[in-house]
């Protein structure tokens, strides 16, 4: 009873500073009474007539797809890269080094050159993407390797726990954790850094969409495409990544 | 013939951090039948868990030869219980159980098994839920269940109560009895070993070298007996002293 109640209140606080944050919008946009800060409702209808266009769903779509696309390579990889350093010391002495160079180095920097020398090609942006995000992931993967207990490796060991049993029930849970950690910042990185690469170097997706509407000083059109976006990612956030750490996390409990 | 593991340890050392080596096994050799439950006693530092690390096959670094049956033991199924339990603590009971079976064995056995042990209402619990009375006989439960030609003990009563103790002592006899099998219990406490083994190897102080082989000749069904016990520790003890001191 008590957990159902504050569950009931979270929900309730939650909603009601959405609704403070609007509140807080609608009251500036119309004191302020400029172009360049339009109303909810000023935003509303830009959304609605992309939509209307079918321009919003096809470049959301295109975007989504790179951020998937970029999100993929970088998780598969990172975590590659992350545990073999966890595991070899050769490996992480050398590699080490140009692991913190590409961490530093800044998204547009790299989007930049990749396009410099790749050309504008789909491969160049999301290559630039997927370079930006992997030091991330295989820093914190290599952490997961490094905090794998020995006490269950052995415990697998003397029971002759084939390789696939031990990866998946004995390795994975104990990674998991951190696999869901650069999940979660991943996605969030990731799909600003593509915006920066299509608004550099392609002619669709949401990152153009803003690039074109910035040149013709069209706030209202900004402002629906970047919140389009932002609420798909906060409902992939919901649906799909706070389930399953809630699922991995359940033995906690 | 009954089988047996055979242990011919020359020589183990451990690298210290300073780069040089420190001697933990010297000259530890025996004989254990498969049918058998030898307990090793000796203080601690006596390279007693190094060697059934290296009995179990953990720890390959060592010169000399560890056999079952006349053959290297990689494949034999062995039973081990570590000092700590080292359950998963994402799996249940059951499922921890459950990991070390064979694909697609039978797994009523389990259900069986944690019966047995008194564990029959807790299948379904996370270990962390577990006292550590428990977890240790969810441990033993997993030892079992492969029925295995060996059993490695390591220390499995320590930091429990002496209630406590005494159960699950008496619980692995029963089960001992029920599905024969070698058993190599580490301890240091000469009265758990009169109280369980049918023969006590006594260990030295480190470097661990077996001093003495010795046969606990008190009838097992005097085995609740403390002052027969007693009796039996006080006939042993100055053998360990004295081989020790030699």
């Not at chain 1, 976006?229 to 699922?247: H, M, S, T, Y």
């Not at chain 2, 339990?85 to 249940?92: A, F």
């Not at chain 2, 003990?153 to 209630?163: C, M, R």
Request: hydrophobic content about 55%.
């Amino acid at each position: 009873m008590p957990r159902a109640a504050s569950l009931g209140v979270g929900i309730l606080l939650r909603a009601a500073s959405f609704m403070l944050l609007l509140a807080i919008w609608e009251i500036a946009a119309l004191s302020a009474g400029s172009k360049t800060l339009p109303t909810i409702e000023a935003v509303a209808a830009a959304l609605l007539d992309e939509l209307a266009r079918g321009e919003l769903l096809h470049h959301l779509a295109v975007t989504l797809g790179r951020v998937f696309a970029a999100f993929t390579l970088a998780m598969a990889f990172g975590s590659a890269l992350g545990l073999a350093m966890a595991r070899w010391r050769a490996f992480d002495l050398v590699l080490d080094g140009w692991v913190v160079l590409l961490l530093n180095l800044p998204a547009l920097v790299i989007a930049v050159l990749a396009y410099v020398w790749f050309g504008l090609t789909e491969a160049a942006a999301i290559g630039a993407v997927v370079i930006n995000k992997l030091p991330l992931v295989a820093m914190t993967m290599r952490e997961g390797g490094r905090s794998l207990a020995h006490e269950f490796a052995e415990m697998a060991t003397v029971f002759r726990l084939g390789r696939w049993r031990r990866f998946r029930h004995v390795t994975t849970p104990q990674l998991l954790p951190f696999f869901l950690v650069s999940a979660r910042s991943g996605l969030s990185l990731i799909w600003k850094i593509v915006l920066v690469v299509e608004l550099l170097g392609r002619s669709d997706g949401v990152g153009f969409k803003l690039q074109l509407y910035f040149q013709l000083f069209d706030v209202p059109h900004i402002l629906a495409y970047a919140l389009a976006f932002a609420a798909i990612v906060q409902l992939i956030e919901w649906g799909l990544l706070q389930p399953l750490e809630r699922r991995a996390g359940a033995w906690r409990r | 013939m009954t089988r047996e593991l055979t242990v011919a340890i020359e020589e183990k050392s451990f690298i210290r951090p300073d780069g040089g080596s420190r001697i933990v096994l010297r000259d530890v050799a025996f004989r254990l039948e498969l049918s058998e439950f030898v307990a090793i006693v000796g203080p601690s530092g006596a390279g007693k868990t190094t060697l059934l690390n290296i009995i179990a096959g953990l720890d390959h670094r060592f010169s000399g030869s560890v056999q079952l049956g006349g053959k290297p033991l990689a494949a034999a199924p062995i039973g081990f219980v570590f000092q700590e339990p080292r359950l998963l603590p994402w799996r249940t009971v059951f499922e921890n159980i459950a990991l070390v079976l064979p694909h697609g064995a039978d797994q009523s056995v389990i259900t069986r098994l944690l019966a047995e042990l008194g564990l029959a209402d807790v299948g379904a619990t996370y270990p962390s839920r577990l006292s550590l009375g428990m977890a240790r006989r969810v441990a033993l439960a997993r030892a079992l269940v492969v029925e295995p030609e060996l059993m490695l003990l390591d220390e499995p009563f320590v930091s429990l109560d002496d209630a406590t103790a005494h159960r699950l002592r008496a619980l692995l006899l029963k089960l001992w009895r029920k599905m024969p099998c070698g058993i190599l219990l580490v301890t240091h406490d000469l009265r758990e070993a009169v109280e369980l083994a049918d023969r006590i190897l006594l260990f030295s102080a480190a470097p661990g070298r077996l001093i003495a082989d010795v046969a606990v000749t008190l009838p097992r069904d005097r085995r609740n007996d403390r002052a027969a016990i007693d009796a039996t520790c006080a006939e042993i003890a100055p053998q360990q002293r004295l081989a020790a001191a030699s």
